[in-house]
């Protein structure tokens, strides 16, 4: 006799369900196996710190050699006093005074009239600008005293042409500018107190030289009396480069 099959007991008829069933768990536990995580558990000790106990550093104890004090003062002792008796006369010595009382009389009288006061004329300098009559230059004699200081200063003029010269350590060197010259006419007519200004001590020299050369003028008067005049005039060193 041949057995017949239950069709609610086949087995195979389910198997695709099955089978995908089993494929998600082992998907599942895959999946758990991969996130599972695991840590290190180290064995953490916990000490106390004890923050009230203190140490103190030892300081070393230094010796240093003082020099002993110095010894007490001598003691000074008090000399005996003897008492002699005079046996001898001393003779006092009289000391004359040699100052003049009020008692003595002054025999020289000096009057006021026989003192004599000597009046020292003080030189004035005035500047050429504000002199009443300038310096009279060589050759400007005679001339009205509006012309007299157009000539003195034409004068001064042609003098320092005449005698420039151009020092030759200035032009090697290349050296050139202004100088500015500043000297005295005294009440006798003299030049003196030549003083100058410029950029270097050659041309200062020269221009020095040239003044120095001027002649003897004719002193300039203030209120009728001769007194010194200041005067200033500029010298230009320049040469042409080529």
């Keep these: ?14 198997s695709s369900i099955y089978f995908a069933i089993g494929l998600n768990i082992m998907l599942l536990f895959s999946w758990q196996a991969l996130e599972y995580k695991t840590y290190e558990k180290d064995d953490v000790i916990v000490d106390l710190l004890d ?17 002993p004090p110095p010894p007490p003062p001598p003691v000074v002792t008090q000399e005996s006093i003897q008492i002699v008796e005079d046996t001898e006369e001393i003779e006092e010595t009289v000391f004359e005074s040699t100052e003049s009382s009020q008692e003595d ?7 006021v009239s026989d003192i004599s006061v000597e009046e020292v004329e003080e030189e004035v300098e005035v500047a050429f600008a504000l002199i009443e009559n300038v310096p ?10 509006k ?16 005698n420039f010269k151009y020092p030759e350590e200035a032009l090697d060197m290349g050296i050139q500018g202004r100088v500015s010259v500043v000297f005295i006419i005294d009440s006798k007519g003299h030049i003196t107190g030549v003083r100058s200004r410029g950029p270097d001590r050659l041309l200062e020299a020269e221009a020095e030289r040239i003044i120095n050369l001027l002649p003897r003028m004719k002193p300039g008067t203030q209120r009728g009396k001769p007194v010194k005049v200041a005067y200033s005039v500029p010298i230009f060193f320049k040469y042409n480069e080529g």
Excluded: Y
Excluded at 60 to 66: A, D, G
């Design 1 to 14: 006799m041949k057995a017949k099959k239950n069709p609610k007991l086949e087995i195979s008829r389910n």
């Design 105 to 111: 009389a002054i025999r020289d009288v000096v009057e």
């Design 136 to 145: 009279v230059f060589p050759g400007c004699e005679g001339l009205p005293k």
């Design 51 to 67: 923050v009230e106990t203190q140490f103190e550093e030892e300081i070393p104890v230094v010796t240093i050699n003082t020099p």
């Design 147 to 162: 012309r007299m200081k157009a000539c003195f200063q034409q004068k001064i003029q042609e003098h320092v042409v005449e």
